[in-house]
């Protein structure tokens, strides 16, 4: 398995504009979560999905932040309108639950967001 | 919620020597407690797992321990070599709760 697939790696926009960050878990894993990565603020979980289903979204930091999960295989992170602010490194990470906890976390490369 | 705390000033060590990091957490006691390596430029890769019911674990030159009384765990790397440096972070993972809560990690970098 080539792991957790992120794209694009790097991604540089403007203010307001549309982002959307991508990622596809690794095969057979049935929690996905994403990430966002700071200096300041380190690795804060934005929103965590279990069998395609969002079960926790609490760290999504406004409405401009909407992540989807059509299937098992792929997800997206949006960011409407981005802001300078909105720059960090966003990683996904899947893991696989068994029985009610999940065990570790695989994490892909990372996207890195520059808003400008 | 909880916090996690880890050292943010790096740790500088001579190669050969045994390499101590911290993790302190506050509130809920953690079922699972994990520590990952992460390079820069790179996801963070997972290490070990340590169970709530476990005082220690090991893998090779790497030693966890877990002290739920002192809600403190222990990441130790013996012998260590300049190709451990990189920055070192805890997760802890509670039961039900499928969320990892990480630290902010620790750098260390390892001299020859």
């Known amino acids: 398995d080539a792991g957790v697939i992120q794209s694009p790696r790097h991604e540089v926009t403007e203010m307001g504009q549309e982002v959307t960050l991508r990622c596809k878990p690794i095969?057979?894993?049935?929690?996905l979560f994403w990430y966002r990565q700071t200096m300041m603020r380190g690795l804060e979980l934005l929103i965590y999905f279990n069998n395609n289903v969002p079960i926790d979204d609490s760290g999504m930091p406004e409405d401009r932040f909407s992540a989807k999960m059509p299937n098992a295989s792929f997800s997206t992170l949006k960011i409407q309108p981005s802001e300078p602010r909105d720059s960090a490194v966003y990683f996904c990470?899947?893991?696989?639950?068994?029985?009610?906890?999940?065990?570790?976390?695989?994490f892909g490369q990372g996207t890195r967001l520059t808003v400008v | 919620s909880q916090k996690i705390e880890q050292n943010s000033e790096a740790l500088n060590i001579q190669e050969g020597k045994t390499a101590t990091l911290t993790c302190n957490y506050t509130n809920y006691s953690p079922a699972y407690l994990q520590w990952y390596r992460q390079d820069p430029g790179r996801g963070p890769v997972f290490l070990l797992l340590?169970?709530?019911?476990?005082k220690e674990k090991r893998k090779e030159r790497l030693k966890v321990t877990f002290d739920t009384t002192l809600k403190q765990s222990l990441f130790h790397i013996t012998a260590s070599q300049p190709a451990d440096s990189a920055t070192y972070l805890c997760a802890l993972l509670r039961y039900n709760f499928n969320k990892f809560y990480f630290g902010s990690g620790t750098k260390l970098n390892v001299k020859p």
């Open positions: 990470a899947s893991s696989i639950l068994f029985g009610q906890t999940n065990t570790e976390a695989f």
């Open positions: 095969s057979g894993h049935n929690s």
């Open positions: 340590i169970r709530e019911n476990e």
